[in-house]
């Protein structure tokens, strides 16, 4: 089984975590741990482009994320998701929920 790569930097004043490789119910834990870390405390940008599959557990994790920052009035954006995890994400009916931008030099200042 292949596992997930969740990486952190810093862009401006975001944070941003660049998930590389499939999330599901196995590596969940990884993105889980990574995005509650961030979230709430500062405008976090999640970036998508590398993931190649993507379960409920995924969304699950990127939903609670996206709450904490909205109770915390900070700013949470999706990153260039790929077409499996933006199917995922549509999928759902949450789509809404995830403001997105096509790439990282689209953030907002």
Known sequence: MTGISV???TRG?????AVKGPINS???NELQEKTMRHAGRV???VDLSGVNSMTSAGIGVL???VEDAIAAKKRFVIVAPSEVARLAIESTGF????PSV???KELPA
């Open 13 to 17: 004043s975001w944070t941003v975590l």
């Open 102 to 104: 096509p790439s990282l």
């Open 7 to 9: 990486e952190a930097t």
């Open 43 to 45: 405008d976090m940008a």
């Open 95 to 98: 789509a809404d929920q995830f």
């Open 26 to 28: 196995y590596t969940y």
């Open 63 to 65: 939903l609670a994320a």
